[in-house]
């Protein structure tokens, strides 16, 4: 198992540039998280779904879009790049439904952003 | 909103010593789990504690799940150079599988 992947590692975007973060899991998981994080900071939560055709914002949602078509993937999409979405992006997943705990998220490696 | 607090924010130890830092919430948590991030990397999971009053331990770590359901805490024995990094601990109260992570523990240790 790969565990959860994300591409690219490293991007640098021009303000007003969009660009889409990859994200994808091959343990069958049911829930994925997009989180960001700021330098000294811990993970702010961006968005979430709970399964395929499921989102839900987290609790910075703003400037972000997401979808979830499959199970393994959850792609999260920057429209119009800011100064202020500089960060680091961690895709995360966990498992869910019935009696299985939802709550022990893995995480990828991370994506680092850079809006000049 | 809910919020975790997390302390020290950061530690200078010297090899061999032990360690310890906690989370305090400001509300009631089903579960706490403590992860490593390393530079450049994305969090580990090292403990994970879904009852009040669980103590677990993995490996030199040793985690307990406050009674109040309000606090928990990490433990390192014997520190190691390689127990350098950032030490996050995080609560979830809902069905989603939802997480709060706390700011985060730096830990450097001096061979």
């Known amino acids: 198992n790969a565990g959860v992947t994300q591409t690219p590692k490293f991007r640098i975007l021009k303000i007003g540039q969009s660009m889409t973060l990859q994200c994808a899991q091959d343990?069958?998981?049911?829930?994925m998280y997009w989180y960001r994080q700021d330098p000294g900071m811990g993970l702010k939560l961006i968005y979430y779904?709970?399964?395929?055709?499921?989102?839900d914002k987290g609790e910075v949602p703003n400037g972000y879009n997401v979808s979830r078509s499959t199970t393994e993937d959850f792609p999260l999409r920057l429209e119009l790049a800011a100064p202020s979405q500089t960060s680091v992006y961690f895709c995360?997943?966990?498992?869910?439904?019935?009696?299985?705990?939802?709550?022990?998220?893995?995480f990828g490696p991370g994506t680092r952003l850079t809006v000049l | 909103g809910q919020q975790l607090n997390q302390s020290p924010q950061s530690m200078f130890i010297q090899e061999g010593e032990d360690v310890s830092m906690n989370c305090t919430s400001s509300?009631?948590?089903?579960?706490w789990l403590w992860y490593k991030q390393d530079p450049g990397e994305g969090p580990v999971l090292l403990i994970a504690l879904y009852k009040a009053g669980e103590l677990t331990s993995n490996g030199r770590l040793t985690a307990q799940f406050g009674i109040t359901r309000k606090d928990s805490f990490l433990n390192i024995s014997a520190s190691i150079p390689s127990d350098v990094g950032i030490y996050f601990c995080?609560?979830?109260?809902?069905?989603?599988?939802?997480?709060?992570f706390g700011q985060g523990t730096t830990l450097q240790v001096k061979p």
């Open positions: 995360a997943s966990s498992n869910g439904g019935g009696a299985v705990r939802t709550d022990t998220q893995y």
């Open positions: 343990m069958n998981h049911n829930y």
């Open positions: 995080a609560g979830s109260s809902s069905n989603t599988g939802k997480l709060i």
């Open positions: 509300s009631i948590f089903n579960t």
């Open positions: 779904s709970v399964g395929a055709g499921i989102t």
